[in-house]
Every structure is written in structure tokens, then in C-alpha cells.
């Protein structure tokens, strides 16, 4: 009767099937006993805790509020972030440059950012140099730098001074990032993404 | 022991979560009674103080009130989420204990309240909740939680795995390792064979019932 359980046994004890070790089941009853007036001294004090809090109102309006502020921020950000780009584009940043400018504004925006690059970075094969420098700067400063990180080739496409090039650069973001996933199975070298990581 | 969402009890108390959300206090008290219980039994295991037990859930009570409404489930979960919460705050209580000096520190603590509970009074007055509740205090700390989270709070092992934030795999381990060590216990005191003193009839009535018989 008080035969130590398997581990099939105590599970089937857990869901509540008494007969599967009487002792056991008996011990496990006890101990989900009744509740005792002791142990409910503190309602009173709970409830009071309960109406103080339905009392004000405005603190659910308050957040909503707060909720609506930041999706606001977040659409500025993300404008801010497209301005980057936009500047990225129409060549006001010299490829050597790069990192400095770009981090600012879109700083605030990191934390979307932040996600979506972090979601993306694992998947991203590593290339065969050594990865550690960039890792390093993703980590710091994460995904608005994209725009801004791709030192060479703006630079040389700024010969050109094609007038639509802000749109390009749009355009490319999203192919980038369209072509990501597929740069796990291919060779990562060659596609793009994998360019403007290293 | 049963998860209390199955019956006609359970739809109450799935009701009771709904209007305590929008307000209702009669639904909350149904609450408080269905739950508090069950909390401060899980503290007590865990910090073996009663008065700090007591005050870890009503700190944890005037949590639950304050986020009651962007609490989203039924019974089962709101059992669950008030574990978490008592669980976090007993923790707390926990990590300052062991920051404060030892001077301070009550005499049941230096010597080890675990000064090991005679088993032999088990046998004289059955398995009451008190003798029950201090067996399974006595476990090692992962598997006396995860013990009472299911046997106690009623909750199955993938909520008490969020609770403790370990896998349901872990959790139905650490309760096994936990029953086996209590059947061990049990062993101690049985009287030698079959001397039939503990009597089973009804006892799915007694089971994980709760606030009923209080009123």
C-alpha cells in the first residue's frame, strides 16, 4: 500500500485518481483539505484592496493613453527611421563615415528594430572570417544601421547620381529583406544580406 | 487531485473569474476562499514562518486585485497566475532573509524548523491537513513545489511548469521524485499490515473541495 510509486502511477495519483495509491491519495487529500477560518483571515483586507482599486478610474484611461503615445512614438520612429534611409540614399553619407551619423536617430527606434534583427541574425550563417567584430556592432547598435551600413556600394552608386535613388534603396531594403531567408540555404557569401552584414 | 475546472464548481468559480473581473465582489470572495488557501499553503512549504507566509500572500493578494483585470483565463489559470505571483514574492521574502545577518534571524530559523517531524503522530490523528502539509515541507524544495502546485493548486503539469518556469516534463519528475519520498515516509509510520485505521470511503468529497465548508 505504500509502495513507492512509478512515475505512471503518480501521474495518474496527480489527475486525481485516488485508487491508483490509497496512502498517497489520502496524504494529497489532507494536505487539499478543507480551507480553515485562519487561513481566510485576510479577506477583508483583500476585498478592501479589491474596491480601492475599482475606484479610480482614470488609471485605465491613463494607460490606454500611455498605450496610444506609444504606438504614436513608434510611428515617428519608424518615419525617423525611412529619413535615415532617405539620407543614406541621396548620399549625404560618405561610405567611411557611415557609423557615425547613422546611429542617432534611429536609436529610438531600436527596440522594434532590435527584435526584428535579433529574429534574423542567428539565421543568417556566419561567414568564414572572423565574425566577432560585427557581431559586436550589430549587438550595439542594431537594425537602423542597416541602411547606413552598406559603406561601399552607396558610395559607388553616388558616381552615377541617379536622381531616383531614394526610392531604390527603399525598394532594396525590402528585397533584403524578402532574400534573407533564402540566404540560409544558399551560399550566404553571395547573396547581399550577407554582404551588408560583414 | 482534481482539477476543480471539471463539474459544476469549476464553471462557478470560471464565472466568479469573469464578474470579479468586471467588478463584482461577491466574485472575488468566492475567489479569495477557492484560492487563499491553496496559496498560503504553497508559501508556508516554501518559507516555513507562518506570519511571513501570511504576509507574502496578502502582498500578493493586493497584487491580484490591483491586475486582476488584465488577467486573462479561467479558474485553472487564475490559480496559476496567483501561484506566480505568491511565488515571485516568497522568493523575495527568501533572497532578504538570507541577506539579513544571522543575529536577526528568528531562533525556528537557526535551528532548522525541518527539526523532522515525528511521524508517528500521524498515525494517532490521521492525515490532517497540518501533518500532510509538513511531510510534504520537508522535501527537498523543487519537488515539494512541484507536489503541492499539482496536489494543492490543483493545477496540471504544464501550468505548474509556468509557474516555475521548467517544462511539464520536469515538473511531473520532480513530483514523482516527490511522492516516492513521501510514500517512503508513509512507509515509517504505516501500522504493520493492513490494519485498515485510515478509512477511504468518501473521499472524493473531501478532495480539493476548498471554501465550502467555511462559511
Known amino acids: ?198 | 487531485m482534481a482539477r476543480v475546472s471539471d463539474g459544476a464548481r469549476g464553471d462557478d468559480l470560471n464565472r466568479a473569474v469573469r464578474a470579479a473581473q468586471a467588478g463584482d465582489e461577491e466574485s472575488f470572495r468566492l475567489l479569495y476562499r477557492d484560492v487563499q488557501p491553496r496559496l498560503l499553503r504553497y508559501a508556508r512549504a516554501l518559507i516555513a514562518d507562518d506570519s511571513d507566509a501570511e504576509d507574502v500572500t496578502s502582498e500578493a493578494w493586493l497584487q491580484i486585485a490591483r491586475d486582476l483585470p488584465s488577467f486573462r483565463g479561467d479558474i485553472d489559470g487564475f490559480r496559476g497566475w496567483c501561484a506566480t505571483i505568491t511565488r515571485h514574492r516568497t522568493l523575495d521574502l527568501l533572497r532578504r532573509r538570507k541577506r539579513r545577518p544571522v543575529a536577526d534571524l528568528p531562533m525556528d530559523d537557526l535551528i532548522g524548523t525541518a527539526a523532522e517531524f515525528d511521524t508517528a503522530d500521524l498515525a494517532l490523528d490521521g492525515l490532517s491537513t497540518e501533518a500532510a502539509l509538513r511531510l510534504i515541507a520537508e522535501l527537498p524544495r523543487d519537488q515539494a513545489e512541484a507536489v503541492l502546485l499539482r496536489a494543492v493548486l490543483g493545477l496540471d503539469a504544464k501550468r505548474a511548469g509556468l509557474v516555475l518556469g521548467k517544462r511539464a516534463g520536469a515538473v511531473r519528475t520532480a513530483a514523482h521524485r516527490g511522492l516516492r519520498r513521501l510514500a517512503a515516509r508513509l512507509a515509517e509510520t504505516a501500522p504493520p499490515a493492513g490494519s485498515g485505521t485510515l478509512p477511504v470511503p468518501g473521499r472524493d468529497g473531501v478532495i480539493g473541495s476548498g471554501a465550502e465548508e467555511v462559511r
Not at chain 1, 539620407?87 to 557615425?100: D, F, I, K, N, R
Not at chain 1, 534574423?120 to 572572423?130: G, I, K, R
Request: charged fraction near 30%; avoid cysteine.
Open chain 1, 1 to 198: 500500500m505504500n509502495d513507492p510509486p512509478d512515475r505512471r502511477t503518480a501521474e495518474r495519483l496527480l489527475r486525481g485518481d485516488a485508487a491508483a495509491h490509497p496512502a498517497l491519495a489520502e496524504m494529497l487529500a489532507g494536505a487539499a483539505g478543507p480551507a480553515r477560518p485562519a487561513e481566510l483571515a485576510g479577506e477583508d483586507a483583500a476585498v478592501a484592496a479589491f474596491r480601492t482599486r475599482r475606484e479610480p478610474r482614470p488609471r485605465i484611461q491613463h494607460r490606454t493613453l500611455t498605450r496610444l503615445l506609444t504606438v504614436k512614438a513608434l510611428l515617428a520612429v519608424l518615419a525617423l527611421g525611412g529619413g535615415a534611409a532617405l539620407a543614406g540614399g541621396s548620399g549625404h553619407l560618405p561610405g567611411h563615415q557611415g557609423p557615425h551619423p547613422g546611429p542617432r536617430p534611429p536609436r529610438i527606434g531600436t527596440p522594434p528594430d532590435e527584435s526584428s534583427d535579433r529574429a534574423t541574425l542567428p539565421a543568417v550563417p556566419s561567414p568564414p572570417s572572423p565574425p566577432s567584430p560585427s557581431q559586436g556592432r550589430h549587438a550595439s547598435s542594431p537594425g537602423p544601421r542597416n541602411p547606413t551600413h552598406r559603406p561601399s556600394k552607396p558610395s559607388k552608386r553616388k558616381k552615377n547620381g541617379k536622381p531616383e535613388r531614394a526610392e531604390k534603396s527603399k525598394k532594396r531594403k525590402k528585397a533584403k529583406k524578402a532574400r534573407k531567408p533564402k540566404s540560409r540555404h544558399g551560399g550566404p557569401n553571395r547573396s547581399p544580406a550577407g554582404r551588408a552584414r560583414r
